[in-house]
């Protein structure tokens, strides 16, 4: 079977697949590695989701009003079970997807790092589909590191890379958004 009517075949699967990719992977490619590898199966999964969500938006998800996209898309997640996704814009280059319920984070384990590195790519792969333009995405908070919520800057790569840049620096998100 392939695809029908603009949209990609979907399957149901437990989210504990998260933990078994993130766990096999690793063991056999390493940490390094498995953030990579997963982050270009997520972004490559999310361009192939697009046609889905455009096609549960109506046929064109970006005509949507900003608050109607955002909407949709948390629809769109919620309903597979990833988690409620909320939006927030603070900052005119940046823009924040937060999930309190998130499905690929693991509060469990207390991670050193943030563990949703399929998901980042995905919303990669879907946004930049929508969008028709690069959209680069970075995991700012993760439930698997003991935060509240797991978070996602969007934006260019040159606003998320450098965001990145001044995170690692040591500042704080309120810090890194207003050296934007």
């Not at 970006?62 to 769109?76: K, M, R």
């Not at 690069?134 to 935060?147: D, K, N, T, W």
């Amino acid at each position: 079977m392939g695809k029908s009517a603009g949209t990609s075949r979907e399957v149901a699967i437990p989210a504990s697949v998260f933990e078994s990719l993130h766990s096999e992977v690793a063991s056999e490619a390493g940490t390094l590695r498995t953030v990579r590898a997963l982050h270009h199966a997520g972004y490559h999964a999310g361009s192939e989701a697009a046609a889905s969500m455009n096609h549960e938006a109506g046929g064109d998800a970006f005509s949507l009003s900003q608050g109607g996209f955002w909407s949709s898309l948390s629809d769109f997640f919620s309903k597979r079970g990833w988690g409620t996704l909320n939006h927030d814009a603070p900052h005119p280059a940046i823009g924040i997807l937060r999930a309190n319920d998130w499905a690929e984070a693991r509060p469990e384990v207390n991670a050193d790092e943030a563990t949703c590195s399929f998901s980042t790519g995905y919303l990669s792969g879907l946004l930049t589909q929508l969008a028709g333009a690069p959209v680069a995405v970075l995991e700012v908070s993760c439930r698997s590191r003991g935060e509240a919520s797991c978070a996602f800057a969007f934006g260019s790569e040159t606003a998320i890379h450098n965001l990145y840049g001044t995170l690692l620096e040591g500042a704080d998100m309120a810090s890194a958004l207003e050296a934007l």
